[in-house]
């Protein structure tokens, strides 16, 4: 039996402009919409530890893949340290 998820793919995005609210009457509002900035992860609008507590309920256990690093290594260094930090603290 196959497991229900195998691999992640972490990615942050935050609003360059506006509001949520504001985001949600574009008509572009679904995937890259154009107030939406690729961001460091961590630090933009998603929410890990909703994230990391679905993963760990439905039983993953698989890999993740980063979308990072657009501004420098450095930026990706930190989204890996900010991924590492979740693992360990949902799955010990």
């Not at 980063?66 to 340290?81: C, H, K, M, P």
Request: charged content about 25%; hydrophobic content about 35%; overall charge positive.
């Amino acid at each position: 039996m196959l497991p229900r998820v195998v691999t992640m793919h972490a990615s942050d995005r935050y609003l360059k402009f506006g509001t949520l609210e504001d985001l949600r009457r574009q008509p572009d509002s679904v995937g890259y919409a154009k107030q939406l900035c690729h961001g460091e992860i961590g630090k933009g609008m998603n929410d890990y530890d909703a994230i990391f507590r679905m993963l760990k309920g439905a039983g993953f256990q698989g890999w993740v893949s980063i979308e990072d690093g657009v501004d420098g290594f450095d930026q990706l260094e930190r989204s890996v340290a900010f991924l590492k930090r979740k693992f360990t603290q949902h799955w010990g």
